[in-house]
């Protein structure tokens, strides 16, 4: 199936990846995206009729646990060690004027 990349592929993909190839680099890397559509085109002749799609290679599943408050809402534990604090909030120094 040889699939053949063109010099301006080559040239167009290099300035998206912001390379710098070299004449040589040029040709190595034709032939390594060749390679790389020939084995696509060879997967593609797969028959994956039936086979059900998966996302990971390993069965993964979610662990979920219970929403559960344990701190509570206790403002004047929380505005314990608070270096200001007015009306129930933190005080903060002013950052525009």
């Known amino acids: 199936m040889a699939n053949i990349i063109s010099d301006e592929t080559i040239d167009y993909v290099g300035i998206l990846a912001k390379l710098e190839l070299s004449g040589e ?38 662990v979920f646990r219970e929403d559960v408050v344990t701190n509570g809402n206790d403002r004047e534990q929380m505005l314990a060690n608070a270096p200001q604090k007015k009306e129930g909030t933190y005080m903060v120094p002013k950052t525009f004027d």
């Not at 680099?25 to 995206?33: G, L, P, T, V």
């Not at 390679?35 to 799609?53: A, F, H, R």
Request: aromatic residues 6%; without cysteine.
């Open 25 to 62: 680099e040029k040709e190595q890397a034709k032939k390594d995206m060749g390679s790389m559509l020939d084995y696509i085109d060879k997967l593609n002749e797969l028959d994956t009729e039936g086979v059900e799609p998966m996302s990971h290679v390993f069965p993964v599943h979610n």
